[in-house]
């Protein structure tokens, strides 16, 4: 049983009485529904599982027939209390209000139907959160299998971690890495793209917005700003589409812009990004050299470590309340900084070699830094930092 600390999350709440509605949120193929599945087995409550993938855009009719079958089934069984699971919601047009409005009447007819609903679509999901069910929900968001997951369910080791990545669904194929690298490129990094931003969201060029992940992939660790963005990209519109696109990326859980920490809100959202995957897994699938190789050149390998452990941070950010930023001033640069209620903790990797701390003196010079901490041969070992939660630095 793996996501443990999401699985004993649900399940708590799950026993409390019907209050809330469990949304989950999270990439595709981190495990939601398997999650749900050995869920709702282990609570023994009768549960009706449906998926909205294979539904046509805008059919909320096919909503409101899924919830008349578990007020069926639940009537059926004479059970006290009974969980719907309704999967890919973002996909239904309107859903939020159609759940608003079924809800309630099981609210005000006393019947005790528990709802979970899963989506990889984050955008898309928190917007309807946000318009309709107000008050009504509780969030919890499934991130990409951290460094412990993979060791222990499938014997990683951590140069594993840092090439393959998190996805549990690839673990079986990296004996043949091409094989993998074809699961990872159509199974996961095509359809995240076709079905949970293109096919969900106005995309005025496409093309742009799939040349801005490769790029952003390449680039990941290092800061580019928009404007050179643009002298990479063809056809690539203003600095405000780019902006956008990014952010849908972040959403769908494959890339993030990481923005520059400077202690004012204003300069932090003006700042050039820089690239940060959500998981390394989307870098190394579109490298023509396998692993063998990039391990034989440092710094290559070294940008894949750093990439390791940005991606770990980030995944940490989305339910912990903490925010990750990089600084830089003039030569001066730290690789992340992580925020949280106002504290801040420095990092820097240093896995490919050096132990220059100018960085983290100008940083801690110009802001109040309550921890700096080194990440590599010089500081942590790369394998123990993956295994410590982030939200225990502070």
């Not at 460094?147 to 990296?174: H, K, Q, R």
């Not at 993998?180 to 060029?205: C, F, G, H, P, Q």
């Not at 004012?264 to 063998?292: C, E, G, M, W, Y």
């Not at 030569?331 to 220059?356: M, P, Y």
């Amino acid at each position: 049983m793996f996501q443990r600390a999401h699985f004993q999350v649900l399940a708590n709440r799950l026993k409390e009485p019907r209050k809330f509605i469990q949304v989950i949120t999270g990439p595709r193929q981190v495990g939601k529904t398997t999650l749900v599945h050995q869920l709702s087995a282990a609570l023994t409550i009768p549960y009706f599982f449906v998926s909205a993938d294979a539904v046509s855009l805008g059919s909320n009719i096919w909503l409101k027939e899924q919830w008349d079958m578990a007020r069926f089934k639940m009537d059926k069984e004479n059970a006290q209390e009974f969980i719907l699971i309704i999967d890919e919601i973002q996909k239904i047009n309107q859903w939020s209000e159609t759940v608003k409005l079924l809800w309630d009447e099981d609210g005000r007819a006393h019947r005790n139907l528990k709802l979970i609903i899963l989506g990889s679509s984050r955008l898309l999901i928190q917007k309807g959160l946000t318009e309709s069910l107000a008050g009504r929900f509780e969030l919890l968001h499934m991130g990409h299998w951290s460094f412990a997951e993979m060791e222990a369910a499938f014997g990683f080791t951590v140069d594993d971690y840092c090439w393959y990545g998190g996805y549990p669904g690839s673990a079986s194929l990296i004996g043949d890495e091409n094989r993998w690298k074809e699961y990872v490129l159509n199974a996961l990094i095509e359809t995240s793209i076709s079905k949970d931003i293109l096919m969900l969201t106005r995309i005025d060029k496409p093309a742009l917005m799939k040349k801005l992940f490769e790029l952003g992939c390449l680039y990941s660790g290092q800061i580019l700003s928009f404007t050179k963005m643009i002298g990479q990209l063809q056809d690539a519109g203003n600095t405000t589409t780019l902006s956008h696109y990014l952010n849908l990326l972040d959403t769908a859980g494959l890339l993030s812009g990481i923005e520059k920490y400077s202690g004012d809100i204003i300069r932090k959202r003006s700042s050039s990004p820089k690239f940060q995957v959500h998981n390394t897994a989307l870098i190394s699938a579109q490298l023509s050299k396998n692993k063998i190789e990039i391990k034989e050149e440092p710094a290559s390998w070294g940008r894949m470590v750093e990439s390791a452990i940005g991606a770990h941070l980030l995944n940490a950010t989305l339910n912990n309340k903490m925010n990750l930023f990089y600084w830089r001033e003039k030569n001066e640069e730290v690789d992340f900084v992580v925020e949280k209620n106002g504290e801040l903790i420095a990092l820097e990797v240093k896995s490919a070699g050096g132990t220059s701390l100018k960085g983290l003196k100008a940083l801690s010079d110009a802001f109040p830094v309550k921890k700096i901490i080194l990440v590599g041969d010089a500081g942590i070992p790369v394998k123990e930092f993956l295994k410590i939660n982030p939200l225990e630095l502070f």
